[in-house]
């Protein structure tokens, strides 16, 4: 069974505007992590946020932001204010176990391409 | 703070030949992870080296192995190229303080197998 599914291979979106793309999720593990990446065409992979499973807030990092719903297994990344350098590869990527202790493995959704339009 | 770097950025090999690409992480991090990315199989974990002990390894065959060294850089060694082998390889550098936690990624490695 997928552990990260992104169910929107696109998007589309109009400068300015915000726009949601989805994540879900499936453990077993009551602690982890998940985290959004950003990969351009160039294909380096940009780390955008973090949210931790016990973190009771929703994370926010300047035009980003994690609608984090636990009970629903759902990550949704939000990005308020699209601009034209958003359009890249979006991808959710998961970390079953927290803290230094445990290995760093992430596992990835398959992307959602994000096309900002002028 | 330095960023993850990698080398080469790009290679090309033929079939048969072998290959060893190279991370050095963020100052301070001791994690480091390998990931495979391709169009049909998208990102694929490798393995994780962390103090240099590797402590999970992915599906992948025997030709694939790494090792990290006492200064936290890690290199990944691929023998007997394939063409299935193309791919980017991105390193993931690591550390988790207290609630927060940082995964940040290389350049990657661009391989071409001919």
């Known amino acids: 069974a997928q552990k990260i599914t992104q169910t929107q291979p696109g998007m589309f979106v109009q400068e300015k505007e915000a726009v949601t793309l989805d994540c879900t999720y499936d453990t077993s593990d009551p602690s982890y992590g998940l985290f959004w990446y950003k990969q351009p065409s160039s294909g380096e992979m940009i780390f955008l946020i973090y949210?931790?499973?016990?973190?009771?807030q929703n994370a926010t990092e300047g035009r980003y932001s994690l609608n984090f719903q636990k009970a629903r297994k759902s990550a949704n990344l939000v990005i308020s204010a699209s601009q034209l350098g958003d359009s890249a590869m979006y991808f959710c990527a998961m970390r079953e176990g927290l803290g230094g202790g445990s290995n760093y493995k992430l596992t990835f959704g398959k992307g959602t391409l994000l096309t900002v339009n002028p | 703070k330095a960023g993850v770097t990698q080398t080469p950025r790009y290679l090309i090999k033929t079939r048969g030949q072998q290959v060893t690409l190279s991370c050095s992480p963020i100052?301070?991090?001791?994690?480091v992870s390998w990931y495979q990315q391709t169009p049909g199989q998208g990102l694929q974990f490798l393995f994780e080296y962390f103090s240099e002990t590797q402590r999970n390894k992915g599906n992948f065959p025997g030709r694939f192995s790494g090792r990290q060294f006492s200064n936290s850089r890690s290199e990944m060694n691929v023998s007997t190229l394939e063409l299935g082998d193309s791919a980017l390889y991105l390193c993931?550098?690591?550390?988790?303080?207290?609630?927060?936690?940082?995964?940040?990624f290389g350049p990657g490695t661009r391989l071409l197998v001919l």
């Open positions: 993931a550098s690591s550390q988790a303080t207290g609630r927060q936690e940082t995964q940040y």
């Open positions: 100052s301070g991090h001791r994690s």
């Open positions: 949210q931790g499973s016990y973190d009771q």
